[in-house]
């Protein structure tokens, strides 16, 4: 799935007949028909919490806070270590798309630790849900390896 976002999506509509394969590093994919789906869709903070899982594996941990998370023994601190950090990611995400959060994200996790293969190397990869004050488009991704699918999250 390819998500445009803004003149994002202008541009993908401009370019979407001239797409015959993908490359996402050495591996070529070929585009066998194009589905468009143009969404408004809400974006920013709320009163209430609204509840999303991760459709794939969310990558959490860069190479300094894995060493933080592994040197964790309660499950409570990584609990709150990885709850920090995926408010970080949203915050991050924001960042990108330019949009300034003006209030408190408040979030609750319910996570499983996992192996994923990012770059042809095992790492941490989590799967789960989460609550928070904050209404984010299905499809979108957070953390490491969005390009290549990982964190992609969907409301329930």
Known sequence: ???????????????????????????RYKVDGIQMNLVNAAFGPCRENLQ??????????????????????DW????????????????????????????RLYLHSLLYEGVAEYKVIPTIGFTGEF???FRIPDFFGLGKGVSQGFGVIKAF
Do not use: H
Not at 52 to 73: D, H, I, K, Q, V
């Open 1 to 27: 799935m390819i998500l445009g976002i803004e003149e994002g999506a202008e541009v993908l509509k401009m370019i979407s007949d001239d797409i015959t394969e993908l490359q996402l590093g050495k591996n």
């Open 52 to 73: 999303y899982r991760f459709l794939t594996p969310w990558l959490a941990l860069n190479p300094s806070n894995y060493e933080r998370y592994r040197g964790m023994n």
């Open 76 to 103: 409570k601190d990584k609990k709150e270590f990885l709850n920090a950090i995926l408010t970080g990611n949203i915050l991050s995400m924001c960042k990108g798309l330019d949009y300034t959060v003006m209030r």
């Open 131 to 133: 609550r928070v004050n």
